[in-house]
C-alpha cells in the first residue's frame, strides 16, 4: 500500500444495486481436489432471478393446478351430483317401468279374466240361445197339441152332442113306438060279428079285416128300458099275429 493510499471501511464502500460486474470468491472439489476459483455474482443473481422466476411459475402452476384440481373436483362433484340424479332419474324410470310393467301384468290378467268371462258368457249365452230353441219348439209342439186337443175336442163334443141327439131322438123314437105299441095295445084287435076287428092309426077308427075270426085271441106287449133305450116284444108261444120291426132310426114297422 502506498503512501497516497488509504484505508476505507465497508460501511463507507457506495452501494452496489446491481450484481452485473460483481465476482466473489469461493472454493470448488473437483476430484478431490481443492482449488479457489472466483464466482460471478451476477450469474448468481441470475439463477436466483431464474429460481424467483421459477418460484413464482410454479407457485403460479400450483395456483393453476389448485384451481384446476379445485375446479376438477367441483367438476367431479357436479359430475357426482348428476350421476346421482342420473341414478336417481334411472331409479325413477326403472320404478316407473316396474310400475309399468306391473300395471300391464295387471291389465293382461284382468283382460284374460274378462276374455273368460265373455266366454263363459258365450257358452252361456249359447246353452240359453238352444234352450230357447228347445223351448220354442217344445211350445209350437205343445202349441199344435193344443190345437190338435181342441179339434179332437170339438170332435168329441161334436161326437157327443150327436150322441145325445141321437139317444135323444132314439129315446123320443122309443117313446113314440111305446106309445104307438101303447096305442095298439090299447087297441087290440076284437073279433065282432066272427071276423076280426082292427084298430087303424092314421084314422083312428076301426075297420073289419074280412078275417073269420077263430081260436084264442093272442096279442104281443112291449117294453122300453129308460136306461138303455131297448125295447122288448113279449109274446105267448102260439103268437101268430102280425110282427114288428124296429129300424136303426127308431122307426117301429108292422109287419102283417
Do not use: C
Not at 452501494?15 to 472439489?29: A, Q
Not at 257358452?123 to 190338435?148: C, S, Y
Amino acid at each position: 500500500m502506498t503512501g497516497q493510499e488509504r484505508k476505507i471501511k465497508i460501511s463507507e464502500l457506495p452501494p452496489s444495486v446491481t450484481f452485473n460486474g460483481l465476482w466473489t470468491l469461493g472454493y470448488l472439489e473437483t476430484k478431490g481436489k481443492r482449488m479457489s476459483v472466483k464466482v460471478s455474482l451476477s450469474e448468481i443473481q441470475t439463477a436466483y432471478d431464474d429460481m424467483l422466476s421459477a418460484t413464482e411459475t410454479a407457485r403460479t402452476a400450483t395456483t393453476d393446478m389448485r384451481r384446476l384440481e379445485a375446479t376438477v373436483e367441483e367438476k367431479e362433484e357436479e359430475r357426482e351430483n348428476f350421476y346421482s340424479r342420473s341414478q336417481a332419474m334411472v331409479q325413477g324410470w326403472s320404478n316407473d317401468e316396474q310400475a309399468r310393467k306391473d300395471a300391464e301384468a295387471s291389465r293382461l290378467e284382468v283382460e284374460a279374466e274378462r276374455v273368460e268371462a265373455e266366454t263363459e258368457r258365450k257358452k252361456a249365452e249359447a246353452a240359453r240361445v238352444e234352450t230357447e230353441g228347445v223351448r220354442i219348439v217344445e211350445e209350437q209342439l205343445r202349441i199344435r197339441a193344443e190345437d190338435e186337443r181342441k179339434a179332437e175336442e170339438l170332435i168329441r163334443q161334436k161326437q157327443e152332442e150327436d150322441r145325445e141327439n141321437g139317444t135323444l131322438e132314439a129315446i123320443l123314437d122309443a117313446e113314440a113306438a111305446t106309445n104307438r105299441l101303447n096305442a095298439l095295445s090299447d087297441h087290440r084287435d076284437e073279433i065282432r060279428d066272427g071276423y076280426w076287428w082292427r084298430w087303424n092309426e092314421e084314422t083312428g077308427e076301426w075297420y073289419n079285416t074280412g078275417e073269420i075270426a077263430k081260436g084264442n085271441v093272442m096279442f104281443a106287449t112291449f117294453e122300453l128300458d129308460p136306461f138303455t133305450g131297448i125295447l122288448t116284444m113279449f109274446t105267448d108261444e102260439e103268437y101268430t099275429g102280425a110282427n114288428f120291426e124296429l129300424d136303426e132310426n127308431g122307426i117301429l114297422t108292422v109287419v102283417i
